[in-house]
């Protein structure tokens, strides 16, 4: 089974604060993905990776930045949070070739 | 402009009572239709995969189907289990690795 896991489920920050949200994945694929779901918006894309220390934006890539320097891990970087940042964060994998994508359990993030 | 809009946002069905969520879209030279389903404060989890009009596909008590112009994810039976919003995503062929979401059908299913 694929598995895609998250650094943290929960996460409380003050505005202004730099913030790391880390994924892996272990299943060696390729392409791996950053989103952001809030209600009423559904999923957006912030930034994909589909090769280490590739990166391209997605639809919402503003105040946010990314690194893939491993295959296995895709982060995503707050770089000086606000409170329109606080949102549900998702993180997803895929091969290359087919574009189901697998999905860790989410970080809840808070900026206060 | 590719788009997926998916009908109706809330149902609430009796545990027994079958029915059908509809997902619509518009996106140039499909390569797959895929279908999630995501429990409060958790991730999306796979479902199917469709990929051409006519194709179908079942797990359990459900079954994905697909035309040209939209896809029908057809519960039989349900149970309170079932309960949970889902949603449907399309991949174009001028989109390659990105999804194209949908906003979901939330669905409680009562005892």
């Known amino acids: 089974d694929v598995k895609v896991t998250q650094s943290s489920r929960y996460l409380v920050k003050r505005t202004g604060e730099k913030v790391f949200l880390e994924c892996v994945q272990d299943?060696?694929?390729?392409?791996m993905f950053w989103y952001r779901q809030d209600p009423g918006l559904g999923l957006r894309l912030i930034y994909f990776?589909?090769?280490?220390?590739?990166?391209e934006k997605g639809d919402i890539p503003e105040g946010y930045s990314v690194s893939r320097e491993k295959k296995e891990r895709f982060s995503l970087i707050l770089e000086s949070a606000s409170t329109n940042q606080t949102s549900m964060y998702l993180c997803?994998?895929?091969?290359?070739?087919?574009?189901?994508?697998?999905f860790g359990p989410g970080t809840r993030l808070t900026v206060t | 402009e590719d788009q997926v809009t998916q009908s109706p946002e809330a149902l609430r069905l009796q545990e027994g009572e079958s029915s059908s969520l509809n997902c619509s879209y518009t996106?140039?030279?499909?390569?797959?239709l895929f279908w999630y389903r995501q429990d409060p404060g958790k991730g999306p989890e796979f479902l199917f995969t469709?990929?051409?009009?006519?194709e179908e596909k079942e797990k359990e008590r459900l079954k994905a189907t697909l035309t040209k112009k939209e896809s029908f994810l057809h519960i039989t039976a349900p149970k309170p289990e079932d309960s949970a919003t889902y949603l449907c995503?399309?991949?174009?062929?001028?989109?390659?690795?990105?999804?194209?979401w949908g906003l979901g059908t939330s669905l409680a299913v009562n005892p």
């Open positions: 997803a994998s895929s091969l290359p070739s087919i574009n189901e994508q697998y």
């Open positions: 299943m060696d694929h390729e392409n």
């Open positions: 990776s589909y090769d280490v220390k590739m990166k």
């Open positions: 996106v140039s030279g499909l390569r797959g």
């Open positions: 469709l990929y051409s009009a006519g």
């Open positions: 995503a399309v991949c174009g062929a001028g989109n390659n690795r990105k999804l194209i």
